[in-house]
Structure formats: structure tokens, C-alpha cells
Nanobody, 114 residues
Framework: QVQLVESGGGLVQAGGSLRLSCVAS????????MAWYRQGPGKQRELVARIDYGGGTDYADSVKGRFTISRNNAKNTVYLQMNSLLPEDTAVYYCWAVVFSDYWGQGTQVTVSA
């Protein structure tokens, strides 16, 4: 079993920044891919950014140039640096990881006020 624990969410004004962290623990040999998803009010869960073991990244068009995903493989941790936040970034942000199976964190709330 693998557990994912997110932290770093909160309330911020538009234009501000937040940094999310997600630490994986449990039966881990290697985490091939990690990602951040989000689910806004009344919306479906969507991919925000993902990163593979070697550092290759993909981003949703809506966050390109504003968000940066990174990871520390030695610490089994993935980060999401969010800059120039917009009210439409308000959502619950979920960490996701693949270790033979898919695992999800419990989510952390990000609220951006206008």
C-alpha cells in the first residue's frame, strides 16, 4: 500500500502564489509518474500537471507558464509551485502517483479570491 499526503493549500488573493507538496510513503520501490489533478466546484477532475521519474513534464494549457511541477525522487515527494493564481484556479488539488497501481491523496483546498 502507498499513502499520499498533500499539504500547502490555503486561501490566497488573485495574483498570489502557493506551493503544494505531496509525500508518498509505504511500499515503494519506484514511483514512475506523479501528477497533480484538481476538481473545481461543479466541475470534473482534471489533470493540472504530471512528471515522470526522469523529470519530463506535461501541463494543462490553462496553467502553462504559471505552474511548475517538480519532484524529489529521494524523498518520494512531488511539488506544485503555483504563481499568478486566478480565481478559476480555485479547486481541491489531488496528488496522484503510479506504483504498480494508481494512488490518490485526500486532496488539499486551494481558494483564490478576486
Amino acid at each position: 500500500q502507498v499513502q499520499l499526503v498533500e499539504s500547502g493549500g490555503g486561501l490566497v488573493q488573485a495574483g498570489g502564489s502557493l506551493r503544494l507538496s505531496c509525500v508518498a510513503s509505504g511500499s515503494i520501490f519506484r514511483i514512475n509518474r506523479m501528477a497533480w489533478y484538481r476538481q473545481g466546484p461543479g466541475k470534473q477532475r482534471e489533470l493540472v500537471a504530471r512528471i515522470d521519474y526522469g523529470g519530463g513534464t506535461d501541463y494543462a494549457d490553462s496553467v502553462k507558464g504559471r505552474f511548475t511541477i517538480s519532484r524529489n525522487n529521494a524523498k518520494n515527494t512531488v511539488y506544485l509551485q503555483m504563481n499568478s493564481l486566478l480565481p478559476e484556479d480555485t479547486a481541491v488539488y489531488y496528488c496522484w502517483a503510479v506504483v504498480f497501481s494508481d494512488y490518490w491523496g485526500q486532496g488539499t483546498q486551494v481558494t483564490v479570491s478576486a
